[in-house]
């Protein structure tokens, strides 16, 4: 896979989400964003509203969404609490939402407890014609749960499924995306993140299937020569 | 500050928070709560329900407390998602809530933001005659914010402030537990947590002041000699 700088900008939500992030980097974050030409700015909840009114700013045609993360990054709290987040997201103008999964629930084996929290979260999108990717945080999953979460996704059709939230444990993997791409419908598309520090890592894991990149240092992605 | 060991047991939360935590290790939880007199469990929403069925077939008149965690680890989801969240706990049957505090808020100096967000909960905590402790996550925090806080906290009084979640950095600290116990009014109890793994060291938290230990191995704590 040959991608130039600016096709693989296009694909990368260049995402900030440490606990005591101040405003200051989001703001840089979101100019980042706009001069590289991301295709996302992914932060906190908290930061959603500055984060739309930083982009509100900027005259392009071209910029980037903003996403925010909810039931992050444990995944196992109350739909309730997590439907309230996105909602709020939403109402605060963010595009796209990260949704972990409730992986209590999945390495308990409550399938009908994981897909009724999807289904919930994935309606709300929908109905608000937003974007919503599943965190299945891959790293943690036999590969029979992986495949199992996948088909699951393709009975309940979120946007994307994402390999992981980046804070438990190991992230991206190319097995873990050749597996999702195998088992997932065409329409489904695949985020991966979680330590994907270089742009060679990065174009591998598009090659096995991923559209979108997530990473808390998208210009040095960038930066590097491909591998 | 000699205490025996069923004195100590008595100021434990015998704690398991991870993502992928699976419900034997929450039954057993619960077994060992009972048999070393422990103050409460502490379990992710999602195990709240089990906790209150395991602990309501035991016979006895001192049993430990069902504590869950809000809003945990980040802090910085919506106010809305956390009343919601708390209000299913309570619903379910939990105590005790320990609260993370909106610490995107608090490192930004928005301190109404992170009062208008703690006050909520206290109240909801207060109407539902439950019991609360605000995590403050002390490690992350300067001198001067952990004193700002905890003078919030005198404010708006909740059951306990808690010095950590044990998942952003450095837990537990001998220095905040003694500024803790010198701002906190009184009446405001302290729970220390995070990376407490000996005896001796909970026994010099509870020195400086601190009421209850949050520990992920209680029974370890317990086995061995005062130092």
Not at 49 to 59: F, H, I, M, Y
Not at 81 to 103: H, T, Y
Not at 153 to 181: H, I, Q, Y
Request: glycine share 8%; net charge negative; aromatic share 4%.
């Amino acid at each position: 896979m040959d991608l130039s700088t600016s096709e693989l900008a296009a694909r990368i939500d260049h995402t900030a989400l440490a606990p005591g992030l101040l405003l200051e980097a989001v703001d840089a974050l979101c100019a980042e964003a706009v001069e590289y030409g991301f295709a996302g700015v992914c932060v906190p909840p908290w930061f959603v509203e500055r984060s739309v009114q930083n982009l509100a700013k900027v005259k392009s045609s071209r910029l980037p969404e903003v996403v925010t993360v909810i039931g992050f990054p444990m995944g196992y709290s109350a739909t309730a609490a997590k439907i309230e987040e996105a909602r709020r997201a939403f109402d605060q103008g963010a595009r796209e939402i990260d949704v972990v999964v409730n992986l209590a629930a999945l390495k308990n084996g409550r399938w009908s407890a994981v897909r009724d929290d999807l289904q919930s979260l994935i309606t709300l999108s929908a109905m608000s014609s937003r974007t919503i990717k599943v965190i299945v945080e891959s790293a943690m999953l036999s590969d029979t749960e992986l495949i199992k979460v996948c088909e699951l996704a393709n009975a309940l059709e979120p946007d994307f499924v994402k390999t992981s939230t980046g804070f438990n444990g190991p992230g991206a993997s190319l097995k873990a995306v050749k597996t999702m791409r195998e088992v997932l419908a065409p329409g489904i598309r695949i985020k991966a993140s979680g330590g994907i520090r270089e742009r060679g890592f990065a174009e591998e894991l598009i090659a096995a299937g991923a559209d979108r990149i997530g990473a808390s240092n998208g210009i040095a992605l960038l930066g590097e020569n491909a591998s």
